[in-house]
């Protein structure tokens, strides 16, 4: 064995002390004594599977003012995120092979953590999902603009399910109705009036499409970033091929709460009521959401900062997702095990790789926490290139080191590889 990790380990569903023996960067076996060529030994620190955020706009290539794979995925791994994938709403879009390759190639050269990609689907590639899959991990489909969005017509879907069930790569779908959107909109100076622009039955309308376009495809399809009570109703009666997540700010921010900015809140889908907010963190308690994705979209503060119409939507937070949740955890507003379940082992299940669990054959991506370790989020102490976030001063657990594939990234809150270390999660 290669390496030992010992201490107190979350092993199907609760902690025990014991050995996580490590060869070839993946978890061989769990017991209680191991013996290795190198052991480190946590004591009473939590030893858990590292995060997977399966939603994450790294900016790359195009908009590296907002973010680079670097600075994105440094932020991820500071953040306790072995794995990301990154949305193709770049310049230029991912929706072609070429594009594609292109951005693993830049991906493979500077990404800190384990990467994947989707091609976007449009209108005009919506018969490709056949030659796209091989080289991406599953497709991302706008139904309603978007910062920088793609748009597929809404009645292409029947099409593109029957295709993504062929290839059994997973979709993943911006559930806002277009036209809806299109119906409701005007000029928007205030949060307010960015949720009367986008409406929860927008949201519900372009669900709604979406199970019905799908009820005769078994192909695993995920509503990304649900945010209101309307959308969850009609989600709790899904077929279990349709997986839904959430984000940390539609489930910790509304939008009557007083903020230093409105624009910088500014976001799609919009944070909603209180009673939306609260809806959806109870759903996280009771099991009927999926995942936590970020949807970590950087904008600079300059850009954020002007007039609210004119400020691009999107908030940081693949950095501290898992730390507000490690914090709630302790705080036992979430279980270890529903914890773990929504920020690791469920969005591994999606992509289908060998991740997000304390397993033997699974990847030796490990995060080590110190419960005790409560800090108070703030700008400076995050990596990513925007420069600001919407938690500013929320309570939060810092991971203190990080393994991924068995090798220490981080030690001690510092960084221990170079860029480039991160590997393609696909064939
Ligand atoms: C995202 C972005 O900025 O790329 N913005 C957002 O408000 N969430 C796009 C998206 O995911 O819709
Ligand atoms: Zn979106
Ligand atoms: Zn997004």
């Not at 949305?87 to 594009?99: G, R, S, V």
């Not at 009673?275 to 954020?304: G, M, N, R, Y």
Request: glycine content about 6%; some cysteine; aromatic content about 8%.
């Amino acid at each position: 064995m290669d390496m030992i990790l010992e201490g107190k380990a979350f092993v199907n569903g609760s902690f025990e002390h014991c050995c996580i023996g490590i060869s070839n960067g993946k978890i061989l076996s769990i017991k209680k004594i191991l013996k290795g060529d190198q052991h480190l030994i946590f004591k009473n620190k939590l030893l858990l599977p590292a995060a997977i955020d399966i939603h994450v706009h790294f900016r790359d290539p195009g908009m590296t003012a907002k973010e680079d794979f670097a600075t994105g995925s440094l932020a991820a791994a500071y953040g306790g995120t072995s794995c990301v994938c990154d949305m193709p709403n770049t310049l230029p879009a991912t929706t072609t092979i070429q594009d594609i390759i292109k951005k693993k190639t830049l991906a493979n050269r500077k990404s800190f953590v384990d990467f994947g990609v989707y091609a976007g689907i449009t209108d005009a590639n919506s018969n490709s999902l056949s030659s796209l899959a091989q080289h991406c991990n599953g497709f991302k489909i706008y139904l309603g603009s978007s910062t920088n969005a793609l748009l597929l017509p809404p009645n292409k879907l029947m099409d593109v399910f029957y295709q993504a069930s062929k290839v059994k790569k997973p979709l993943f779908i911006h559930a806002e109705d277009e036209s809806c959107l299109l119906n409701h909109k005007k000029v928007e100076h205030t949060l307010a009036d960015h949720l009367q622009g986008r409406p929860a039955v927008c949201e519900e309308q372009a669900i709604q499409k979406i199970l019905t376009a799908s009820s005769s495809f078994l192909t695993p399809i995920h509503i990304c970033h649900l945010s209101s009570c309307e959308g969850l109703e009609l989600l709790k009666k899904r077929p279990t091929h349709i997986t839904c997540g959430v984000t940390p700010h539609h489930t910790l921010l509304n939008a009557e709460q007083h903020f230093p900015s409105q624009s910088c809140y500014k976001v799609n889908p919009p944070l909603r009521t209180r009673l939306d907010k609260e809806s959806l963190f109870d759903a996280l308690a009771h099991d009927t959401i999926d995942i936590l994705e970020s949807d970590h979209a950087p904008h600079t503060l300059e850009e954020k900062q002007q007039e609210f119409d004119a400020a691009p939507s999107g908030v940081p937070g693949v950095e501290t997702m898992v730390p507000l949740f490690l914090y709630l955890t302790k705080k036992q507003q979430l279980s270890f095990q529903q914890m773990t379940s929504l920020l690791c082992a469920r969005p591994g299940e999606i992509l289908a790789v060998p991740k997000g669990k304390l397993q033997p054959g699974y990847d030796a991506d490990i995060m080590v926490v110190d419960l005790k370790k409560e800090t108070k989020i703030t700008a400076d102490m995050l990596h990513s290139k925007c420069g600001w976030t919407p938690f500013e001063k929320f309570p939060a657990i810092f991971p203190l080191h990080l393994f991924i594939r068995g090798e220490k990234l981080i030690e001690d809150r510092e960084i221990q590889v170079s860029r480039g270390f991160g590997q393609y999660i696909g064939e």
